[in-house]
């Protein structure tokens, strides 16, 4: 089963972009599907990749193999290995990045180490992933209103 967050329940309609769970998954197989690549992808493929395991290294090697195949087949390209620091990322630091907190402080929303600790991997994940770069996504102050419960 799939992750489904909130803020972004729009795609999952068509799986146009990227879920942000297939994100992680991604990263945790180091493998870089850009979003051209995931719209020459069929509904099927797209779905088997959001839903297939990726916990065991075989799962991992598994689901690397498919995403290499569908993704040279259906694009003509292959898709870019990630480097082993990507990779970490999909298992989120134990402490808010600080340019975190301050992305966030920037809109209005206080991110403390207690809160931080309330939030499951995922959702550490996704907050990293939108709002830790020097530019915040515009899906940041949703998903952390749905995180954190934060108007």
Same mark, same amino acid.
């Given at each position: 089963?799939?992750?489904?967050?909130?803020?972004?329940? =729009?795609?999952? *309609? #068509?799986?146009?972009?990227?879920?942000?769970?297939?994100?992680?998954?991604? /990263? %945790?197989?180091?493998?870089?599907?850009?979003?051209?690549?995931?719209?020459?992808?069929?509904?099927?493929?797209?779905?088997?990749?959001?839903?297939?395991?990726?916990?065991?290294?075989?799962?991992?090697?598994?689901?690397?193999?498919?995403?290499? =195949?569908?993704? *040279? #087949?259906?694009?003509?390209?292959?898709?870019?290995?990630?480097?082993?620091? /990507? %990779?970490?990322?999909?298992?989120?630091?134990?402490?808010?990045?600080?340019?975190?907190?301050?992305?966030?402080?920037?809109?209005?929303?206080?991110?403390?180490?207690?809160?931080?600790?309330?939030?499951?991997?995922?959702?550490?994940?996704?907050?990293?992933?939108?709002?830790?770069?020097?530019?915040?996504?515009?899906?940041?102050?949703?998903?952390?209103?749905?995180?954190?419960?934060?108007?």
């Amino acid at each position: 089963m799939m992750r489904r967050f909130q803020y972004e329940a =729009e795609i999952y *309609q #068509s799986f146009y972009c990227v879920p942000m769970a297939v994100r992680r998954k991604l /990263d %945790r197989v180091g493998i870089k599907v850009g979003l051209k690549q995931w719209q020459t992808l069929g509904r099927g493929e797209r779905l088997a990749i959001c839903h297939l395991p990726a916990d065991s290294d075989e799962e991992v090697e598994t689901l690397k193999l498919f995403i290499r =195949e569908a993704v *040279q #087949s259906k694009s003509g390209e292959e898709p870019k290995s990630l480097p082993e620091s /990507d %990779r970490i990322a999909a298992d989120p630091p134990s402490d808010p990045p600080a340019s975190l907190i301050q992305n966030l402080s920037s809109i209005g929303i206080t991110l403390d180490r207690q809160r931080w600790d309330r939030l499951d991997p995922d959702e550490r994940y996704a907050l990293v992933k939108l709002g830790a770069g020097k530019e915040f996504s515009h899906n940041l102050k949703a998903a952390a209103a749905e995180f954190l419960n934060h108007p």
